[in-house]
């Protein structure tokens, strides 16, 4: 199957301040690639769609100005959680396939800890 | 609005036991559906895709079967191994291409 790499695993940073999690897609191309965020015992709750070249497109309730994603290849989306709080802390998960009916393959996760 | 649900919630069976796990969803306008295995702190790793043209997939000892008209799905372990132990998602494709993932079967196989 494909790989996606989702760099880092796992991070701690201050309150306040910026992450940047980056999504790649190792050996094809991505048109579109998804943000997912997991709270513990919890399933994966899609944030947004971010499609190579243009504006991500972002699920009711999350908002677009604190979580900022970036597209600009067809092999890299990164997320950027701007001005995290510690209800920031989650595990957010990457996935990338080709548009239409294939399989998603998702990356290893990365464990925002904020303090 | 398409929701997913996942029976049990959780399970613990004894090692070499068959066991099955469901999900079911609310509107059949799927492409695919998808059965995920999820360790703890961990990402996903794809078990089995099936098309919505398709009634099973089987890969080793999963079995996944899909009845898109009723709205579910079943995931078959057989002779369960502790190392089976895991957190078990299924998720549907939407006409959107978007993954709606369900709560999760947490999975515990007793040596």
């Known amino acids: 199957g494909a790989v996606v790499s989702q760099h880092p695993s796992w991070v701690i940073c201050k309150s306040g301040t910026s992450v940047k999690i980056e999504c790649r897609s190792l050996d094809f191309q991505a048109t579109t690639m998804f943000w997912y965020r997991q709270f513990p015992k919890q399933s994966l709750m899609l944030m947004a769609t971010s499609n190579e070249g243009s504006k991500a497109t972002y699920e009711q309730g999350v908002e677009k100005d604190k979580f900022l994603i970036n597209h600009a290849s067809l092999t890299l989306s990164t997320l950027t959680v701007t001005s995290a709080h510690p209800e920031d802390s989650s595990f957010y998960i990457c996935?990338?396939?080709?548009?239409?009916?294939?399989?998603?393959?998702f990356g290893q996760g990365t464990r925002l800890t904020v303090v | 609005k398409q929701e997913v649900t996942q029976i049990p919630a959780a399970l613990s069976v004894p090692e070499g036991e068959n066991l099955v796990l469901n999900c079911s969803f609310t509107?059949?306008?799927?492409?695919?559906l998808q059965w995920f295995r999820q360790d703890p702190g961990k990402g996903l790793t794809s078990l089995l895709l099936i098309q919505s043209s398709q009634r099973e997939q089987t890969s080793g000892r999963l079995n996944a079967s899909l009845d898109k008209s009723s709205g579910r799905s079943t995931l078959y372990i057989a002779a369960s191994q502790p190392g089976d132990s895991a957190t078990y998602l299924c998720a549907v494709k939407d006409s959107s291409y978007k993954l709606i993932f369900g709560s999760g079967t947490r999975l515990l196989v007793r040596p």
């Open positions: 509107d059949s306008a799927i492409y695919n």
């Open positions: 996935s990338a396939g080709l548009r239409g009916g294939t399989e998603a393959f």
